[in-house]
Nanobody, 123 residues
Framework: QVQLVESGGGSVQAGGSLRLSCAAS????????MGWFRQAPGKEREEVAA????????FYADSVKGRFTISQDNAKNIIYLQMNSLKPEDTAMYYC????????????????WGRGTQVTVSS
């Protein structure tokens, strides 16, 4: 059974940094996608970053390009999201997702989800 556990969230001032981690169990990285999503109150869930684990290709939402970096540690089955230059609009619950499919140049159709970690950015 696949389980995803996020950690690393917290409160930070604008311009600060956080690193989120997603530890996967019951899961072996393969040629599929893992991603990070976020959802703020009253807003739709948004995919902010994804990695195609077979090749290490990465994808980013326009809103976070140049500020966020997704990476993987295959040996430890961990996905990271390094978040720099944080803005108040980055405030949201952040979720890890696994077993997405690369299609049409994007990662989609994720099968497994974590419970989320809160990120709050103050001005």
């Amino acid at each position: 059974q696949v389980q995803l556990v996020e950690s690393g969230g917290g409160s930070v001032q604008a311009g600060g940094s956080l690193r989120l981690s997603c530890a996967a169990s019951g899961y072996i990285f393969s040629s599929n996608c893992m991603g990070w999503f976020r959802q703020a109150p009253g807003k739709e869930r948004e995919e902010v970053a994804a990695i195609y684990t077979g090749e290490g290709r990465t994808f980013y939402a326009d809103s976070v390009k140049g500020r966020f970096t997704i990476s993987q540690d295959n040996a430890k089955n961990i996905i990271y999201l390094q978040m720099n230059s944080l803005k108040p609009e980055d405030t949201a619950m952040y979720y890890c997702a696994a077993e997405g499919t690369l299609y049409g140049g994007v990662c989609t159709r994720y099968l497994y989800w974590g419970r989320g970690t809160q990120v709050t950015v103050s001005s």
